[in-house]
């Protein structure tokens, strides 16, 4: 999603159906991407990640979708539960010359909210 | 609970104060992150630390100095900040520059 002023995205679901969150990045030599869960009072906690010669990867109740053609990230997250309630955020790092020295670089956010 | 642990929890300074920011992790990651993070926006890169030697400082004000005494250990120094220093600063650790980085819970910083 995009960033309106000071106001993060939202995305509200019922508990049970599945979300959609959407990144756009704006580096074409970005190599690696992570999507992060942030709890209120906690630090961000990784989700999943993707390298930009795939396009799609699974894990537990989260899938990855990386469209690097017009530069879009989507993480779904299946039979979303209230717990999943949090801001997502999704990070890029390029390859600058094969050497990234861990520069990551995080999209504004959403917040996803799950009604029980 | 996470694997990378900071100290303290909360710190309110003065702005012509001393104080140090701790950040310990024991998973063998030899990259350390420090990020500032402003309420409703994402974390900032700060600083980069590589096998304990400063690979990136992202521009910051010299009243902020990371030190890394170990590979284990990640500390920041703070000294005469200013009241828009207020923020949650986090330290994160990775197995390499290009692995998922790590966050602790941080330290949530208030200047008077």
């Known amino acids: 999603g995009e960033s309106v002023g000071l106001h993060l995205p939202t995305l509200s679901v019922q508990e049970g159906d599945n979300s959609i969150i959407n990144c756009a990045y704006s580096?074409?030599?970005?190599?690696?991407f992570i999507w992060y869960k942030q709890e209120s009072g906690k630090g961000p906690q990784f989700i999943i990640d993707?390298?930009?010669?795939?396009d799609k990867r699974q894990g537990q109740r989260v899938t990855v979708l990386l469209n690097k053609t017009v530069k879009h990230l989507s993480l779904q997250i299946a039979a979303t539960q209230p717990a999943d309630s949090a801001v997502y955020f999704c990070?890029?790092?390029?390859?600058?010359?094969?050497?990234?020295?861990?520069?990551?670089?995080f999209g504004q956010g959403t917040i996803l909210t799950v009604h029980p | 609970d996470t694997e990378v642990t900071q100290t303290p929890k909360h710190l309110v300074m003065g702005m012509t104060n001393k104080k140090s920011l701790k950040c310990e992790q024991h998973m063998g990651h030899r990259a350390m992150y420090w990020y500032k993070q402003k309420a409703k926006k994402p974390p900032e890169l700060m600083f980069v630390y590589s096998y304990e030697k400063l690979s990136i400082n992202e521009s910051v004000p010299s009243r902020f100095s990371p030190e890394c005494p170990n590979s284990s250990l990640l500390n920041l120094h703070l000294h005469a900040l200013q009241p828009e220093d207020s923020a949650l600063y986090l330290c994160a650790s990775s197995q390499g520059t290009l692995q998922p980085q790590h966050f602790g819970d941080g330290t949530r910083l208030s200047i008077l």
């Open positions: 993707i390298r930009s010669n795939m």
């Open positions: 580096n074409s030599a970005s190599d690696y």
């Open positions: 990070a890029e790092i390029p390859n600058a010359g094969g050497t990234s020295y861990g520069k990551l670089t």
